[in-house]
C-alpha cells in the first residue's frame, strides 16, 4: 500500500524486540495510529530524536493488510519539547498531554480541534510555567470530549449559579448548589468558574505571561480530573504526579 503522510504528535514509545520500537502517534489525518518503527534504535537518518514523547513530527508510515500494527517508514521533526530545558514540573505536565490524548481518543478517528489543542498548550509548555498550560488543556480536553456540563447552573436543581457558591463530587457530573450538594462534596470557587468562563473565550496564547501559581484554579483541575476520570473509569497517573509538585 501506498505511503501515508501526516503531521502527527508523538504519544508514547515502547521497545519491540532489540532494536524495533512500538509508537503511538497520534495524527492529523487519522487521529490515534499505532505503528512499529522497525530499527528505530539505530537509524539515526529516518528517525534520530523525532520519536520523543510529545514531539511534534511529519510522518510517514503505512497500514499493511490484516494487522493492526502500521508500519512507521520515517519521521521529520517539526517541533521538539527538548529544544528547551525540560525541568521536572515541565516534564510531568508533558506527560499529562500525552496521558490525556492517548486515554481519551479513540483510534483512526480524526479530531482537528483536538489536534490543534495539542499544539498550542505544547507551544505554551515551552516555557517554564505550567500550570495555565495545564488548567486550559484539562479544561477544553473535558469539553471537547463532551464530559463538561454546563457550569453556569445546578445538575440537580437547575437553578443558575452566578456567584453563589457551588460544588462537585467525584462520582456526580457538573455543579450543584449548596442545597443540593452531596456529602463530601469539594467546592469550586467563583474565581475559578470564572477563569473557565474566560478560557473558553480565548485562545491559550492570550493567557501567557499570566502569573499562575499552582494554587490559582486548583479547584477547576481537580474538578476536571474527577469527571475525566470518572468517564475513562481510571486513574489518570500524571494528575497524582502533578499533585505533587510542591509550586
Not at 476536571?224 to 499533585?243: D, N, P, S, Y
Request: aromatic share 8%; proline share 4%.
Amino acid at each position: 500500500m501506498a505511503l501515508k503522510e501526516s503531521e502527527a504528535i508523538v504519544l508514547r514509545t515502547y521497545p519491540l524486540r532489540e532494536a524495533d520500537l512500538l509508537v503511538t502517534l497520534f495524527t492529523r489525518i487519522e487521529g490515534k495510529v499505532r505503528g512499529v518503527a522497525r530499527s528505530a534504535k539505530k537509524s539515526k537518518r529516518r528517525f534520530g530524536g523525532a520519536l520523543e514523547p510529545l514531539t511534534y513530527v511529519r510522518a510517514l508510515y503505512e497500514d499493511r493488510e490484516r494487522q493492526e500494527l502500521s508500519r512507521l517508514d520515517s519521521c521529520e521533526v517539526l517541533e521538539s519539547p527538548l529544544a528547551t530545558e525540560v525541568s521536572y514540573p515541565r516534564a510531568v505536565a508533558l506527560s499529562h498531554v500525552a496521558e490525556l490524548l492517548d486515554e481519551l481518543l479513540p483510534d483512526r478517528e480524526a479530531n482537528d480541534a483536538v489536534f490543534r489543542l495539542a499544539l498550542s498548550v505544547l507551544a505554551g509548555l515551552r516555557g517554564p510555567d505550567v500550570w495555565m498550560p495545564v488548567t486550559y488543556f484539562d479544561l477544553w480536553m473535558t469539553r471537547l470530549m463532551g464530559y463538561l456540563p454546563d457550569l453556569s447552573e445546578c445538575t440537580v436543581c437547575g437553578r443558575a449559579l452566578n456567584g453563589s457558591r457551588a460544588f462537585f463530587h467525584a462520582l456526580s457530573d457538573g455543579l450543584m448548589c449548596a442545597e443540593d450538594k452531596r456529602l463530601a462534596s469539594s467546592e469550586i470557587s467563583a474565581k475559578s468558574r470564572m477563569l473557565a468562563a474566560e478560557m473558553f473565550r480565548a485562545p491559550v496564547e492570550n493567557f501567557a505571561g499570566t502569573a499562575w501559581p499552582k494554587a490559582l484554579g486548583s479547584d477547576l483541575r481537580k474538578f476536571l480530573i474527577q469527571a475525566l476520570q470518572r468517564h475513562i473509569e481510571k486513574k489518570l497517573v500524571t494528575a497524582g504526579m502533578l499533585e505533587k509538585i510542591s509550586a
